[in-house]
């Protein structure tokens, strides 16, 4: 089974600034590769598929990039509501695999 | 697009459940159907997997054997039989729509496996 393995597990960082988060998978999955945010208590949203396809209504400081086997979630400009915890997943094939997680918030 | 879980609830060790899944909004027999569940305080862990037509059936190592998956396209519903349930399987249950159709989850279902 392919494993996921995300970094860092948690980020804080100020208002403004430029965050990166990674996801390294252990074979190859071409672009299969989505990107969630989870708030506490609700249920994950869906923000990038495709490894860079943002969806409607994501605000556009997200993005997301790479292929094959390292992928990174970039906000370009964080905001007291990107407070979250993020997931990647890979999905290329009918197992699914989640990152571990990575916990950001606001320094 | 729209996916409703329900069913789940307190169980005691060793006991069963069955969760629902309601689909609307997309047309459900022409895409495969995922279960994936979050401990509290924890990851989000992929379940199980049923292919649209029913025939081809996954699940993590966590709960084979213990868990079953089963549609009925006919009323756009997905289920999951949970026999033998240990402590660990105490977890929020979403149903999750493919990438291919959205990408959606539904609200989950709180599952506690407590004596």
């Known amino acids: 089974d392919i494993q996921m393995t995300q970094s860092p597990s948690s980020l804080s960082a100020s208002v403004g600034d430029r965050v990166t988060i990674t996801c390294r998978a252990s074979?190859?999955?071409?672009?299969?590769i989505a990107w969630y945010q989870q708030k506490p208590g609700k249920v994950p949203k869906l923000l990038i598929n495709a490894a860079s396809t943002l969806q409607s209504g994501v605000p556009s400081r997200f993005s997301g990039s790479g292929s094959g086997t390292d992928f990174t979630l970039t906000i370009s400009s964080l905001q007291p509501e990107d407070v979250a915890t993020y997931y990647c997943q890979s999905y290329n094939s009918a197992r699914w695999t989640f990152g571990q997680g990575t916990k950001v918030e606001i320094k | 697009v729209q996916l409703v879980e329900s069913g789940g609830g307190l169980v005691q060790p060793g006991g069963s459940l069955r969760l629902s899944c309601a689909a609307s909004g997309f047309t459900f027999n022409t895409y495969e159907m995922n279960w994936v569940r979050q401990a509290p305080g924890k990851g989000l862990e992929w379940v199980s997997f049923i292919s649209s037509g029913g025939r081809t059936i996954y699940y993590a190592d966590s709960v084979k054997g213990r868990f079953t998956i089963s549609r009925d396209n006919a009323k756009k519903s997905l289920y999951l039989q949970m026999n033998s349930l240990r402590a660990g399987d105490t977890a929020i249950y979403y149903c999750?729509?493919?990438?291919?159709?959205?990408?959606?989850w539904g609200q989950g279902t709180l599952v506690t496996v407590s004596s």
């Open positions: 999750a729509s493919p990438m291919s159709a959205g990408g959606h």
């Open positions: 074979q190859g999955i071409s672009n299969y």
